[in-house]
C-alpha cells in the first residue's frame, strides 16, 4: 500500500487533472520553481503555456482567470499566503461568483484557488496565518477543506472539475500529513464522512483539526464515546450527513480554526440545532473573537483550538443534560 | 466600407433614442434603479465595435447599454432586460450595469469601476490560446484610471501582449469629481509606462473613434500588444437618472451647454444626406417602439426561480426562510 502525503497528493491531482484535460492550467505566484513544493515538476512535465508564472498582481491574475474561465478554460490558481483570499475576495465574491447569475445563465466560471499552507504555519506571524475558509462560505462560493491525503487528491480533483469557483484550502497542519492510500478517486464534493464511529458525543473537526479531534477521542477512550464527524466541504455543508450522526449521539461539539464570531462553527451548530433537539447544549472550539495570529510560537499557539480545549467542551457538554 | 458611415449613424442614433425611451422608462416606474445614462458619450461604443468583428470580445460599464448596443446586442432584449423581464437579455437577473450577450462577445457590463480589463483580458488569451483570431476592447471611464486592478491589468495584458484595447471614456468627471482633481499625471501616460501605445481621439467624432481603433486593432491583430484610447468626451445627462430629482451641483452649467455643443448624433448626421437620416432615424423609432412594446409585454420572472443560474455546476441553495 503506498504512503502519500497530502502536499504529494495535491501534486498528484493537479497533475492527473493538466494530463487529463487540456483546459486546465496553473497559474501563480512561484510556482514554476515550486516555492510551495505543491506544483513540484509539474513544469518540466507539462510546459511554461500550462504552468505560467505570474508577476505580484493577485487581483488582475484571479480575475484574469475569470475571464480565461469565461473562454472556457479551467484555470488553477495557487495562492502562496491565505491572507491573499483578502486581496482577492472582491475578485472571486463580486465577479468570479455573482457573473452566472447576473448574466442569466450565459456562462460559467470554472476556477478554482488552491491555498497550501492555509491557518497557522507557526513563527509566520499576523499576516500569513489567516484561515479564512468561513467567509467563502458566508458568501456561498464552494468551500472545501481536506483533511487527509486522499481527501486532499480527490476533493481538488473534484474542485477542478467543478463548474463553479472552488477555494481549497489546504490547513499548513495538515500538509505533512501521510497515508496509506490504495486508491485515488475523485471524492464529491459536499459530501462529509465519520471518521470514527461513537455513541455519545459527535465532534465536527474541520481540516487538520479532524486528526486533533481523532487524538482526543482516542484518549477519551473508556470514558466518552466520540464519534468525529469530517464535514470536507464547508459550503455546501453536508447537514444531512451530520444530523443522521447528532441524531444518534444527541451531543455535539465543533472545533474550528475560524474566529469565534460568524465562524463556520457557528453556522454548523445552527443547522444541527434547527433540526435535532440536542441532549445538552453545543460547545464550539475556535479561535477568539477577532484573532490575529501573535508572533512568538507560545502566542500562537494560544489562540488557536487545541486539543485540551476541546477535551474540556467535549466534557462539558457531556456534564451538561445528563 | 461605403456604407460606413450610415452605419455609424445608425448606431450612435440607437444609442441615443434607446437612452431617451429608457429615462422615458424610469420616470413611469418601468425600468426600478435608474439607468445611467450613455447620453454625448455614444460616438465612442458606436466608433470602437465598428471597427471590431463579430468574434471580438467586448467588456462594458455601469453606464453601459451603449457598449452592449453597438456591439450587437438585440436592443428588444437589451430593454426587456432594464425592465427586469424574463425575456431580457440575461432573464432579468442583470439589470442595466450588468447586461451581457455572451453569443456576441459581450461579456458583460461592470459595475465595478475598473474590474473588467483583467477579465477581458484573461478572456481574450484563452481564445487566442484555443487558436482563435479574437482581439478585446474593454470600456472604462476616468475614475478606473486610479484603481490598483486595472493598472494591474494594463502590466498583464501588456507584458504577455495579449490584444486588449483600453478604451478610456474620459467624460471629465468620476461621479462628481473631476478628472484633474483625481488624476496625477495623464491618462495616457499610464498606458506609456507599461510600454503601450497610446492615443487620444475626439470621442465626440464616431469616425474618429472608428479610425483610431481600426489602427489599433490592425496592430493588435498583427502581432501586436495592448493599447490604450482615451476618447475626451463629454456626458449630457446625469451620472445616474437619480439626479433627475436630486440636483448635485457640479457641473457649472455653461460648461453642461458647451459639452452638449458637440453632439455625436449631430456630429454623424451631418455626414449624411438628409434624406437618408431621416431613413434611419424612422428605423430606429420603429426598431425601439418595437423594443419598448416587447419590453414591457414581456413576463416579471418568477420569484421561485429568483436564485436560478446561481450555480452554474446545478448546486441548489439552502433558502433564506425558518
Redesign the interface.
Known amino acids: 500500500m503506498p504512503r502519500l502525503s497530502y502536499r504529494k497528493a495535491l501534486t498528484r491531482a493537479l497533475a492527473d487533472e493538466l494530463a487529463r484535460d487540456s483546459d486546465v492550467f496553473l497559474l501563480g505566484e512561484d510556482i514554476r520553481v515550486a516555492a510551495s513544493n505543491v506544483t513540484a515538476g509539474l513544469l518540466k512535465k507539462f510546459g511554461p ?1 500550462r504552468v505560467i508564472d ?2 505580484l ?1 493577485e ?15 479551467r ?1 488553477v490558481i495557487e495562492f502562496q499566503i491565505p491572507s491573499l483570499l483578502f486581496l482577492v475576495f ?2 472571486i465574491v ?2 468570479a461568483h455573482k ?12 476556477v478554482t484557488y488552491l491555498v497550501p499552507g492555509s491557518g497557522s504555519r507557526t513563527g509566520w506571524a499576523g499576516q500569513h496565518s489567516d484561515h479564512p475558509y468561513s467567509l467563502f462560505a458566508h458568501v ?1 462560493v ?1 468551500t472545501v477543506v481536506p483533511a487527509t491525503p486522499a481527501d486532499a487528491y480527490g476533493l481538488l480533483v473534484s474542485a477542478i472539475r ?3 469557483p472552488v477555494v481549497v484550502f489546504a490547513p499548513a497542519g495538515a500538509l505533512e500529513v501521510r497515508a496509506d492510500v490504495d486508491d485515488l478517486a475523485p471524492v464529491p464534493l ?1 459530501r462529509g464522512v465519520v471518521r470514527r464511529a461513537g455513541d455519545d458525543v459527535t465532534v465536527v473537526a474541520v481540516g487538520h483539526l479532524v486528526h486533533d479531534a481523532l487524538a482526543v477521542a482516542e484518549e477519551l477512550t473508556g470514558e466518552v464515546s466520540v464519534e468525529v464527524f469530517d464535514p470536507r466541504t464547508l459550503y ?1 455543508f453536508d447537514v444531512d450527513g451530520l444530523v443522521d450522526s447528532v441524531s444518534r449521539t444527541g451531543r455535539l461539539v465543533v472545533v474550528d480554526d475560524s474566529n469565534r464570531s460568524c465562524g463556520i462553527a457557528a453556522e454548523i451548530i445552527t443547522s444541527v440545532l434547527e433540526r435535532v433537539r440536542l441532549a445538552a447544549p453545543p460547545r464550539r472550539v475556535t479561535r477568539p473573537d477577532g484573532a490575529v495570529l501573535p508572533f512568538a510560537p507560545a502566542l500562537d499557539r494560544a489562540v488557536q483550538p487545541g486539543r485540551d480545549q476541546l477535551t474540556a467542551a467535549i466534557h462539558l457538554c457531556m456534564k451538561d443534560g445528563s | 466600407m461605403t456604407d460606413d458611415p450610415v452605419r455609424l449613424y445608425r448606431t450612435v442614433r440607437l444609442i441615443r433614442r434607446f437612452e431617451e425611451r429608457a429615462i422615458e422608462l424610469v420616470r413611469s416606474g418601468h425600468i426600478v434603479g435608474g439607468i445611467h445614462p450613455y447620453l454625448g458619450q455614444e460616438g465612442i461604443a458606436a466608433g470602437v465595435c465598428a471597427a471590431l468583428r463579430g468574434t471580438d470580445l467586448v467588456t462594458g460599464t455601469h453606464r453601459g447599454h451603449g457598449h452592449v448596443l453597438a456591439k450587437g446586442a438585440d436592443p428588444a432584449r437589451t430593454m426587456a432586460e432594464l425592465c427586469g423581464r424574463e425575456t431580457g437579455s440575461n432573464r432579468g437577473r442583470g439589470g442595466s450595469m450588468h447586461a451581457a450577450d455572451f453569443s456576441i462577445g459581450v461579456l458583460g457590463a461592470n459595475a465595478i469601476v475598473g474590474a473588467a480589463g483583467a477579465i477581458l483580458t484573461g478572456a481574450v488569451w484563452a481564445r487566442r490560446r484555443r487558436g482563435d483570431d479574437v482581439v478585446g476592447a474593454t470600456f472604462f471611464g476616468d475614475g478606473a484610471v486610479n484603481e490598483g486592478m486595472l493598472l494591474e491589468a494594463f502590466n498583464l495584458a501588456a507584458l504577455w501582449r495579449v490584444p486588449v484595447l483600453f478604451v478610456c471614456e474620459n467624460n471629465g468627471y468620476a461621479t462628481t469629481m473631476p478628472v484633474q482633481g483625481a488624476v496625477a499625471g495623464t491618462i495616457t501616460g499610464r498606458a506609456e509606462a507599461f510600454g503601450m501605445p497610446a492615443a487620444v481621439v475626439d470621442g465626440q467624432d464616431p469616425e474618429r473613434v472608428r479610425d483610431a481603433t481600426a489602427a489599433a486593432v490592425a496592430r493588435m491583430r498583427a502581432g501586436g500588444g495592448p493599447e490604450l484610447v482615451e476618447a475626451r468626451t463629454y456626458r449630457f445627462d446625469a451620472h445616474h437618472t437619480f439626479e433627475h430629482s436630486v440636483r448635485l451641483d457640479y457641473r457649472p452649467p455653461q460648461e453642461v451647454a458647451a459639452g452638449r455643443e458637440r453632439d455625436p448624433v449631430v456630429i454623424q448626421g451631418d455626414r449624411l444626406p438628409e434624406a437618408t437620416r431621416r431613413i434611419v432615424d424612422a428605423e430606429v423609432e420603429a426598431t425601439l417602439t418595437a423594443a419598448v412594446e416587447f419590453a414591457l409585454a414581456g413576463p416579471h420572472p418568477d420569484p421561485a426561480g429568483a436564485l436560478d443560474h446561481l450555480y452554474a455546476s446545478g448546486l441548489v441553495a439552502r433558502t433564506g426562510g425558518g
Open positions: 503555456e505570474t508577476p498582481s487581483q488582475a491574475f484571479t480575475s484574469f482567470a475569470t475571464g480565461a474561465a469565461l473562454a472556457g478554460l484555470p472582491e475578485q463580486n465577479h457573473f452566472p447569475l447576473m448574466t442569466g445563465g450565459q456562462c460559467a466560471v470554472p456561498g464552494t467543478c463548474d463553479d459536499g455546501p
